[in-house]
């Protein structure tokens, strides 16, 4: 049970497999999606994805993985684009996979937001300018050259993370938000044009960073006050949640 003050999130990595079990708890809107893929290893995260939210939220709604059914109703325009949920449910979750890892944060009531990414080589000081504020800009600079390419990726993943808390993606500027530097504990600072800023501030969002092991960066953001009380767990398999 969470503590005054914290909101209790799971937060599931599961291996990439392929199979009939796992494919076998696709919607058939799913299953054409899947169908449109490419490449193999994209099929396999987009299946292994799929039966890690039916299986936790079947768990945690209380009926069987193929019975979990999704709403995307946006909760801002009402159009069919937001942010999937299980109408009338508690459990609120967020999805997301590169990769090898695949995961997913289940919190109730309160809307989680989670990011995993592979670091990979990129042109870091070109890019930095496109999606850090000023000040993080400045801290970014600070970091000795071989270490901002790990640097990027966890500012990137924080900002993910905050902007599916909120139910935004990417429409709002990255540059607007300031967070903590990546050798400090994840943290918005500050958010300059934050939705629905009517002069009261940014929303409320708790943060923490995750565990994905080498060469990934990911992070968690919940859109409440207080602090996230966070269990983490790595699985076998996305049908074994327990």
């Known amino acids: 049970m969470a503590q005054p003050n914290a909101v209790s999130c799971r937060v599931l990595w599961s291996p990439v497999v392929d199979r009939a079990r796992v494919r076998a708890l696709m919607s058939e809107d799913e299953r054409a999606r899947y169908g449109?893929?490419?490449?193999?290893?994209d099929r396999a995260r987009f299946a292994t994805a799929r039966a890690l939210v039916r299986s936790a939220l079947g768990r945690?709604?209380?009926v069987s993985p193929g019975a979990v059914v999704f709403s995307r109703r946006c909760g801002h325009c009402g159009g069919p684009h937001g942010k999937p949920r299980v109408p009338g449910a508690a459990a609120r979750f967020s999805l997301s996979h590169s990769g090898g890892r695949v995961v997913l944060a289940v919190t109730e009531h309160a809307e989680p937001g989670v990011d995993v990414e592979r670091v990979t080589a990129r042109e870091v000081d070109r890019l930095a300018p496109r999606v850090l504020s000023a000040r993080?800009?400045?801290d970014f600079r600070r970091i000795r050259p071989e270490d901002r390419t790990a640097a990027y990726h966890v500012y990137w993943t924080r900002k993910?993370?905050?902007?599916?808390a909120v139910g935004r993606g990417l429409s709002v500027p990255l540059?607007?938000?300031?967070?903590?530097?990546?050798a400090r504990p994840a943290a918005l600072l500050s958010w300059d044009g934050a939705p629905g800023d009517g002069g009261t501030g940014p929303p409320a969002v708790a943060m923490a960073d995750l565990d994905p092991g080498p060469g990934y960066a990911a992070a968690?953001?919940?859109?409440?006050?207080g602090r996230i009380e966070l269990a983490e767990w790595t699985l076998d398999d996305p049908l074994?949640?327990?």
Do not use: F, I
Not at 160 to 164: F, N, P, Q, R
Not at 220 to 225: D, I, R, S
């Open 240 to 242: 074994d949640v327990p």
């Open 60 to 62: 945690a709604t209380g």
């Open 160 to 164: 993910e993370a905050v902007l599916k």
């Open 36 to 41: 449109r893929l490419a490449e193999p290893e």
């Open 175 to 182: 540059r607007g938000l300031t967070l903590a530097a990546p």
């Open 136 to 138: 993080e800009l400045e």
């Open 220 to 225: 968690l953001a919940v859109e409440a006050a």
